[in-house]
């Protein structure tokens, strides 16, 4: 009976560690740990606050925001995340999203972060994260750069401090262009040079060299300031921003466009809207859902896929593995649960990733003191956000999503593969329209090349007297066809043929309409005295397949 109650006891720990991954970390916490864990979430929490400022402008919503959505996602990932690297919140691409999907109001920003919740916690539980692999790897760098490039060009309007200027992007292209000359002096030159020191200090960064105890003292803590001054550089540029428009706005001059007034406190604790009241109308649930129509497949789709490659590539070099479904459900509780603090949708970043893994982070505690920076933010610091002027916050968008921009895609895939150009370009040119539009079809025609490939195999042909066919693949319902037809052009074009070999050497899969093709074929070349002669036939598991391979073969 003990042993009994012992094996049920061992079994829901098990299930219970699978699910709440805390459990299998927690037990081996140590002080080292929790040093390191420090250091890296003070690190990270002073680049995520000026980022989700600077983001939740990409995102068309009130700054204020973007706070809101950076603190969920570092807890619920403490308790449910399999990356120890990880962190969640607001980024570029997201707030792209949410700014095309949630027309830059707060209620269906929030709404959209539930049902993306939602959606992706329906994902994990049934195990749909295989559908992450139907969108190549082209059709994300299609994306993902042009997402660069409209993000950095919607942000010249305040690094110029122009007003007035069209959210979407050819307008915007036009419009910023034709009214250059309204630039404001003090915000363009403040923008220019906040760009020059970030771009100097990511630079700097890149070349530190490795810290080895056997240096000097002094060489060694001098090698620390400059890699925390350049890894805190968006934090640093943008107090030393605020503190220049403050410094003005004392003397009663202001030449900057500042973010202005930001609600102090912390954000209630309710449930999402699920309807708009207006002084006119009421917009219900079914209304709303309707009008971000392809965002709730888009945005929730688009947030996994981001979490999950940064989650492999991190644990690829930090050698541990990370489960994929739990990672959906990390990602489906934050979005879900960030909804209630009136979050908008969040993802993994790559950029904070990265400057957690550098630090030495050692398990996803770090998150924790990253939230609490962000709801101290909240609670006391808003008041003094004032005064940071937006060429400043763009200046740090630009910064951020300028690596996103990959230029060498281009020569990589006329390299490697030309004909994975298209999607890349179908991809890449339609996002400048909609960004549904443009993963849509570059999804679409990805699919079309992998059914074309499937469709038409190479089949390799010589002749010894006879023919000998050796197709390279299985033989599916859209192929069976090209091979009859290869067949038939080999017979006519040899003459007095008697013997027509086929290599199944590397067909490991044939479906039903594939057998039925393969007897027709059999039939036809027996008319006309012709052998048909099958040779290295894979040995079937399913005895369907097999009585079909022995209709062929008889």
Not at 45 to 57: F, I, S
Not at 180 to 188: C, L, V
Not at 476 to 494: G, N, Q
Request: aromatic content about 10%; some cysteine.
């Amino acid at each position: 009976m003990a042993g009994r109650n012992q094996g049920c006891w061992d079994r829901w720990y098990q299930t219970a560690q699978k699910r709440l991954p805390v459990l299998r970390w927690l037990p081996r916490y140590s002080l080292q740990w929790l040093q390191l864990d420090i250091i890296a979430g003070v690190t990270v929490g002073l680049t995520v606050v000026p980022q989700a400022l600077a983001y939740a402008e990409v995102a068309g919503l009130p700054l204020q925001y973007g706070l809101y959505s950076s603190f969920m996602g570092c807890f619920i990932y403490c308790l449910l995340g399999t990356s120890k690297d990880v962190t969640l919140g607001p980024t570029a691409i997201m707030s792209l999203l949410v700014s095309s999907y949630a027309f830059h109001d707060p209620v269906y920003a929030i709404l959209l972060s539930f049902l993306s919740g939602c959606i992706q916690l329906v994902m994990g539980l049934l195990h749909l994260g295989f559908l992450l692999d139907f969108i190549s790897y082209p059709v994300i760098k299609g994306f993902t750069s042009a997402a660069a490039v409209t993000i950095g060009f919607n942000q010249v309007k305040a690094l110029l401090g122009l007003q007035n200027i069209p959210r979407q992007f050819f307008l915007q292209v036009y419009y910023t262009f034709s009214r250059i000359g309204e630039t404001r002096a003090g915000d363009a030159v403040l923008g220019l040079i906040c760009l020059v020191v970030l771009t100097g200090l990511q630079q700097m960064k890149n070349r530190i060299p490795r810290v080895h105890r056997m240096e000097r003292l002094s060489v060694r803590i001098s090698q620390v300031i400059v890699w925390a001054t350049a890894t805190a550089r968006n934090a640093l540029v943008v107090l030393f921003a605020g503190l220049v428009a403050y410094s003005f706005q004392v003397t009663g001059s202001q030449p900057f466009t500042l973010t202005g007034p930001i609600p102090q406190g912390l954000p209630p604790f309710r449930p999402p809207p699920f309807s708009k009241v207006t002084p006119n109308e009421t917009v219900h649930f079914g209304e709303m859902v309707q009008a971000m129509g392809a965002g709730l497949a888009v945005v929730p789709l688009m947030g996994l896929l981001e979490t999950v490659a940064i989650a492999k590539a991190f644990a690829s070099q930090n050698n541990y593995q990370i489960d994929l479904d739990q990672e959906l459900l990390a990602m489906g509780f934050t979005n879900l649960f960030g909804s209630f603090v009136s979050a908008y949708p969040v993802t993994g970043s790559f950029g904070r990733t990265a400057v957690n893994a550098h630090t030495g982070v050692c398990s996803p505690a770090g998150g924790l003191i990253t939230g609490a920076l962000v709801l101290l933010s909240l609670a006391f610091l808003t008041s003094l956000f004032y005064y940071i002027p937006k060429a400043a916050l763009a200046a740090v968008i630009i910064c951020a999503v300028a690596p996103m921009f990959d230029a060498r895609i281009f020569r990589t895939l006329w390299q490697v593969k030309r004909l994975d150009l298209v999607p890349l370009c179908v991809t890449f040119l339609l996002c400048f329209w909609e960004i549904q539009y443009g993963i849509v079809a570059g999804v679409l025609v990805s699919a079309g090349l992998l059914l074309y490939s499937i469709s038409r195999p190479h089949i390799k042909v010589s002749e010894h007297g006879a023919i000998l066919l050796q197709p390279s693949s299985g033989l599916y319902f859209p192929a069976i066809e090209f091979l009859c037809d290869t067949v038939h052009k080999r017979i006519l074009s040899v003459s007095s043929l008697s013997t027509v070999i086929l290599d199944c050497t590397h067909v490991s899969n044939i479906d039903y309409t594939g057998v039925m093709g393969l007897s027709e074929l059999l039939r036809e070349c027996r008319h006309k005295r012709i052998s048909l002669i099958f040779i290295n036939m894979q040995v079937c598991k399913s005895s369907a397949r097999e009585k079909g391979a022995h209709v062929v073969a008889g």
